[in-house]
């Protein structure tokens, strides 16, 4: 059933392109059970709001486990002292990358906090730039998003311009 429903997410809301750039390590690790809606259902009522809550406290804590067990293996790897130098710009060049990787996963972290506190205060799922709403399946695909997808296209047309 979930694999139904998962194939026909992407013409409910518009094309998914833009979820394709994610990195992989802010994927959802996990399998999300789709927003079953309801006729005249109101956006963001009390049971959208916990299923996104549900969402987020869910994320939020595989990627802490994440970053704590890296913590605890690199401790335990700096404590082996390498011999070749080879070896040892090879684990330093791998420290680097997981640090890279553990830095952007804080940060995302303090973008979950910040949609949960968004669904405390019932302002979750709406665009930031232009005010509509965001949508059910692209907050499911992506649920710290804070812009709708026109806003967020036009934001990286705009970011890759600068880039150049
Ligand atoms: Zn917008």
Redo the contacts with the bound molecule.
Sequence with gaps: MSEKVKKKKSNTSSPNTLEAHIPHHTMMPYKLEPYVLTNNEVYMNERQLSHFRRILEAWKKELMKEVDNTIIEMKEASVTVLADPNDRATQEEAFNLELRTRDRERKLIRKIEEALQQIDDKEYGY?E??G?EIGIRRLEARPTAV??I??KTLDEIREKRTAQ
């Design positions: 665009c730039s232009c509509v812009l709708c026109d806003c």
